[in-house]
Every structure is written in C-alpha cells, then in structure tokens.
C-alpha cells in the first residue's frame, strides 16, 4: 500500500511524504511486515 501526504512537525513548514508499506494477517490481528517512510525535501 502507498500513501502521500503533507506532514507538519511543531511550527516548522508542511513538508510533502510518501510511505509505502506491507501488512499481512496473522491469524486473527493485521502486522505489518514492511515500512518506508520518506520525507521529501527540496534541492538547495
């Protein structure tokens, strides 16, 4: 699964992200398997 967004940490300004991640049953509950986060900053 992939999401994208904007994120917001104390009063700095929003920054743009995407994650990706994997989950899978096990049994009765939901793991997550895989996760990456990336925070996307611009090039100075």
């Known amino acids: 699964m ?7 940490f104390h009063e700095n300004p929003s ?16 793991k997550i398997v895989s996760d990456c986060f990336r925070l996307q900053d611009g090039i100075l």
Do not use: L
């Open 2 to 8: 992939q999401v994208s967004g904007s994120v917001k």
């Open 15 to 30: 920054k743009p992200f995407q994650q990706t991640f994997m989950i899978t049953a096990q049994g009765d509950k939901w």
